[in-house]
């Protein structure tokens, strides 16, 4: 109970202790004056107007937060009482016009409050959400617990308490009061009345009089008959627009006195224009958001509502997203944990981003499909458009290179020598994978070395043949051939997937099962060729890439082919193999694990398949969160499996192709 009341005490005193309930704020005055700026004020009206709406289109959704916290991970709730609140908060209001009139109160006042009304029957059930004014809501202070409650203001001068749990306040944090908000409307106050006194002297003038008043003189006292008679004739002939610069006619003496201000002299033009600039500038609101623009097209359009979503409509539903998840779903007790609203993003895409994630993706399907994957797997994968029709299906891919290799040694040299150090040198403490990603690794040195010599070639023909500083275009085209690279990773994945398969036969020996390797042919032969020749390249064209920025960055005016190159082989020597252990680690493992589920699913058509898999994840000491959470998971089948493991390691892995999670099967029930 001790710690409970501690925790629950604020730090310091935010209001006087010498009273139970202290009330420094007995209401807001100043709130209904800046309420009602809004329908006098027509540039004031336009701004509250504009965000307020555009807070009020954007959805919202419902989601139960991932264990591994990222927004991608989340699954759409679409049931749910407090989803159903919040889509029509009360019998009177849509969403749409309850998020709107609470912007409103926010951008005029800096403060904006719900009322939760509840079921009398079952308190602990909130109903609807109901807007209110903020002039009628006083927060009552508490000298050790920092807010006691809430007290309504009713249009008769009625006061009703409020608890807590019963108003959510929406606000711009005031820096002189804890307990209110605080709008740049309440900033501006001198100069939104400077604006409105400014409209109604113009309206006056032509309501009163064509011209502005001035005196008229008289030698003596008037009677009041006198008076009366010189007045009521005056605003007959000169009262009102139809009577402007009619002659005016003195008698007895009378004398007309100037004292008129010319509408140039009240410089109401340059007023109403430093009004608006001001009034903007306590928003935020550049011109063009108002609809202020000189010269427009469609790139400045679309930047414009870019800039209007991302700096004045985001941060206003950042507020309400805070409230919602912070006050609101904790009324729903145990119902709504781990639950969360979220908005869907208003700022628009930007063009050019579409176009190169166009192209990317454009880029990489095209390499898919040339490696022998499916046009239906392919649009899967990269997420394209559904309206997209493959002419023909994609070629069966084939272990032989893809083009003519490089001078060099062949594929089965290198892979001879291989299998020669394997055997003769293995390495103690390390698994097999490991030994073949080294001694890939070593035979890959000739491969890189003719990789390099292709791109050297052409970069020294692209400065000697190229005109000028066009000439750097020709860089663009650097490619090189990846199909001995291919045809030497396929091997070793054969390798690695044959001893997998060894693996998984020992495995269910153990435990009393005898089941068949799964043969590298068919299905599984693809599959090994068809990531083989994907890794080799992309391989192949991130050095290329690598080599056409390299030779742009030291192609200096003036230099030859020759210099270009030297510069850039020089480079290029210089790499480590980082990138190409991590690949090539990745397509190994990724072999061991095609290997392993081939024989587990010819063991499950033989009718000798596992009871079920368990992840084995923690491998060293480099294992991710994500994969120590799901190791020793159970799997009940072997396509759970799959979905989990689709290609080489845990799909979630932070390490993403350096993962090395597997899955052990287990006979029985235990």
Request: charged content about 25%; glycine content about 6%; overall charge negative.
């Given at each position: 109970?001790?710690?409970?009341?501690?925790?629950?005490?604020?730090?310091?005193?935010?209001?006087?202790?010498?009273?139970?309930?202290?009330?420094?704020?007995?209401?807001?005055?100043?709130?209904?004056?800046?309420?009602?700026?809004?329908?006098?004020?027509?540039?004031?009206?336009?701004?509250?107007?504009?965000?307020?709406n555009a807070a009020s289109q954007v959805d919202w959704k419902l989601w139960r937060r991932a264990a591994s916290g990222k927004d991608e991970d989340r699954v759409e709730q679409t049931s749910h009482l407090a989803l159903d609140i919040w889509r029509k908060p009360n019998p009177f209001m849509p969403r749409q016009e309850f998020v709107e009139s609470t912007q409103q109160h926010v951008d005029l006042t800096g403060e904006g409050w719900w009322v939760v009304a509840r079921n009398p029957r079952m308190r602990s059930i909130p109903l609807e959400l109901w807007p209110v004014r903020p002039d009628r809501m006083i927060p009552v202070p508490h000298p050790q617990d920092f807010l006691a409650g809430y007290i309504y203001v009713s249009p008769d001068g009625e006061q009703v308490p409020l608890r807590l749990d019963e108003v959510i306040q929406l606000r711009m944090p005031n820096p002189m009061d804890p307990y209110r908000g605080m709008g740049p409307v309440q900033s501006i106050l001198a100069e939104l009345d400077a604006t409105r006194y400014s409209a109604e002297w113009n309206r006056n003038f032509?309501?009163?009089?064509?011209?502005?008043?001035?005196?008229?003189?008289?030698?003596?006292?008037?009677?009041?008959?006198?008076?009366?008679?010189?007045?009521?004739?005056?605003?007959?002939?000169?009262?009102?627009?139809?009577?402007?610069h009619r002659v005016a006619i003195l008698e007895g003496g009378l004398k007309w006195v100037d004292r008129k201000f010319t509408q140039r002299d009240m410089q109401f033009v340059e007023l109403r224009q430093v009004s608006r600039d001001v009034i903007r500038e306590a928003f935020g609101m550049p011109k063009f958001a108002l609809g202020d623009v000189d010269d427009v097209n469609r790139a400045v359009g679309e930047a414009s509502a870019a800039w209007f979503a991302e700096y004045l409509t985001v941060p206003r539903l950042e507020r309400i997203k805070a409230a919602l998840n912070h006050d609101f779903l904790p009324l729903f007790g145990d119902t709504a944990r781990d639950l969360e609203f979220d908005y869907e993003d208003p700022v628009p895409p930007d063009a050019e981003s579409r176009d190169r994630e166009r192209t990317s993706k454009a880029t990489a399907a095209k390499l898919y499909v040339d490696a022998g994957f499916t046009g239906e797997s392919v649009v899967e994968a990269l997420d394209l458009p559904d309206t997209l029709v493959w002419k023909e299906p994609a070629p069966q891919p084939s272990p032989a290179p893809a083009a003519p290799p490089p001078p060099g040694p062949s594929p089965d040299a290198l892979l001879r020598r291989l299998q020669v150090r394997a055997a003769a040198d293995p390495v103690t403490g390390r698994e097999d994978w490991e030994d073949r990603l080294e001694?890939?690794?070593?035979?890959?040195?000739?491969?890189?070395?003719?990789?390099?010599?292709?791109?050297?070639?052409?970069?020294?023909r692209v400065v000697d043949e190229g005109a000028g500083e066009g000439a750097a275009q020709g860089l663009v085209g650097l490619a090189v051939s990846s199909g001995v690279a291919a045809a030497l990773l396929e091997a070793v994945m054969v390798l690695q997937a044959e001893a997998a398969a060894g693996r998984m036969v020992e495995v269910a020996a153990a435990q009393g099962v005898a089941i068949e390797p799964a043969p590298v042919s068919g299905a599984l032969a693809a599959a090994l060729a068809a990531g083989a020749a994907v890794t080799a390249a992309l391989l192949a064209s991130s050095l290329a890439v690598a080599a056409g920025r390299a030779a742009l960055r030291v192609w200096a005016p003036g230099m030859t082919g020759e210099q270009v190159a030297g510069r850039v082989g020089a480079w290029l020597e210089s790499l480590t193999d980082a990138g190409l252990r991590a690949e090539l680690g990745g397509a190994i493992w990724a072999a061991e694990n095609l290997g392993r589920f081939a024989t587990l699913e010819l063991a499950i058509a033989d009718g000798r398949g596992a009871t079920w898999y368990e992840a084995s994840e923690i491998r060293d000491s480099n294992t991710c969160f994500q994969c120590r959470d799901i190791d020793g998971e159970r799997f009940d089948t072997l396509r759970d499996v799959r979905e989990s493991y689709p290609h080489g390691g845990f799909f979630a892995c932070l390490g993403t192709i350096r993962c090395r999670g597997t899955v052990e099967p287990h006979w029985g029930d235990s």
């Open positions: 109970m001790l710690a409970r009341a501690v925790t629950n005490k604020a730090p310091v005193p935010y209001t006087s202790r010498g009273a139970r309930f202290a009330l420094p704020f007995s209401g807001r005055n100043d709130a209904v004056s800046q309420m009602q700026a809004m329908g006098t004020v027509g540039t004031l009206f336009s701004i509250v107007h504009r965000t307020s032509f309501v009163n009089s064509a011209l502005p008043s001035g005196i008229i003189e008289a030698p003596q006292n008037l009677g009041d008959e006198e008076f009366n008679q010189l007045r009521d004739r005056w605003e007959e002939q000169h009262r009102g627009v139809a009577a402007a001694d890939l690794l070593a035979e890959w040195e000739q491969i890189s070395e003719d990789q390099r010599r292709e791109l050297l070639d052409q970069i020294r």
